[in-house]
């Protein structure tokens, strides 16, 4: 060995060599790197574009989108190509069937404070029947009257979780707070505890099959009073002054404030921004129109929702059936208003 070192042309070579070996080795692995890196990259950019949010610019002009058609039939998309969610647009099977092979929990949040906790009853009840059936469903029920929440057997994988907060005697107060109510919850237990979380009201009941179909990054429902209503009618917020103020010409539909719903982090953004909006309007003292609904309204105007759910998802039991709800899944109970909220 020695005695070939010691020829200098030798060593040189052997050096040469070595250090080719190296740079081709170098160049391989660097190119199979940035490979590598270009294809992580890619997953990110798609993974980023089929999770990123759906904002557009407030002003723009363009037409309401209907609901219903001229020719009476039901219109099953946005005009963003989000779903609207329809009887007969959907396989339930199929869907239940992908989203059961995801394992995941859904998150349901419901309010019952003061004479509202008698709602919960048949909230419940009507969910266990109807509600995500064979799904892990966590409910957490908000009340200032914990000792009233109802003993309801629940189906196997589903869980009911009682939180207890403070009474309030204005029933605006109440509805506006579920806002951060919720955004705490989800930072505080959410983001670990499920996937998807809905928010609803609780003087309502199920009718009808809820189920995977209304999963989605982030989910509105139609309200059931304003979906064929032109948009400078619907009761959106209209002093300049408050954070949830919508020019006449602008808006595409007017969501209920009974369900908001999405993947847990698309859902606290929604509840994080309008518990900010309330608040800067509290300072002012300036209460929108139809406190955290007007609020959420703004939100989906200018953060469009991946997937819409039809009026099927929130009706109201005195409304006469119409042609295009083929099902009522979920709806509002007829309420003596004098009667159950702490003020006029
Ligand atoms: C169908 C629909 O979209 N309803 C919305 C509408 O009127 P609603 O007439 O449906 O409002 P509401 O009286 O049901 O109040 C909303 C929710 O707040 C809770 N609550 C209210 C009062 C009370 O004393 N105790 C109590 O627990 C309860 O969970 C109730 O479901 O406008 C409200 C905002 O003003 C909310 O946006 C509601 O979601
Ligand atoms: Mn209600």
């Known amino acids: 060995m020695m005695k070939y070192l010691h020829n200098t042309n030798t ?9 080719l070996t190296g740079l081709i080795f170098w160049v391989y692995n660097s190119t199979s790197f940035r490979y590598k890196e270009i294809r992580i990259c890619t997953n990110l950019t798609k993974e980023h574009q089929e999770n990123s949010k759906l904002q557009s610019p407030q002003g723009l002009s363009y037409n309401q989108p209907s609901v219903v058609g001229p020719d009476g039939k039901v219109i099953a998309m946005t005009p963003w190509l989000a779903p609207i969610v329809w ?38 009840e009507t969910a266990e029947q109807n509600y995500f059936v064979g799904f892990r469903v966590h409910y957490y029920v908000f009340t200032d009257l914990p000792e009233q929440v109802p003993s309801v057997k629940l189906g196997e994988g ?15 107060e ?31 009941k199920f ?47 007017y969501y209920g404030g009974a369900v908001i719903g999405g993947l847990v982090k698309d859902v606290h953004e929604v509840a994080k921004t309008c518990r900010e909006q309330l608040d800067i ?8 129109a139809w406190q955290e609904e007007s609020h959420l309204n703004k939100y989906f ?18 409304k006469p059936h119409t042609n295009e709800v083929k099902i009522i899944r979920f709806s509002q109970v007829i309420k003596n208003y004098a009667a159950v909220r702490p003020n006029p």
């Open 301 to 318: 105007l200018y953060n469009k929702p991946s997937k819409v759910l039809s009026s099927e998802y929130l009706w109201q039991d005195f």
């Open 281 to 288: 309007d509290a300072a002012k003292s300036i209460e929108a």
């Open 207 to 253: 009718y009808g099959r809820w189920g995977a179909e209304s999963l989605g990054r982030l989910v509105g429902v139609l309200h059931p009073g304003y979906y064929q209503t032109p948009r400078e009618q619907f009761p959106y917020e209209r002093r300049p002054e408050s954070q949830a103020f919508i020019p006449y010409s602008e808006g595409d539909y």
């Open 158 to 172: 589903r869980q009911l979780k009682v939180l207890k907060v403070a009474s309030s005697n204005r029933w605006q």
């Open 11 to 19: 060593f040189l070579l052997v050096l040469v060599c070595l250090s």
């Open 87 to 124: 009887e007969g647009t959907f396989d339930s099977f199929l869907i239940e069937s992908i989203y059961k092979q995801q394992n995941i929990t859904i998150a349901t949040t419901v309010f019952a404070l003061g004479k509202y906790t008698q709602f919960l009853k048949d909230f419940l």
């Open 174 to 204: 109440i509805t506006l707070r579920r806002m951060e109510k919720l955004e705490k919850l989800i930072e505080s237990r959410l983001l670990n505890e499920a996937d998807y979380v809905f928010s609803l009201d609780v003087d309502t």
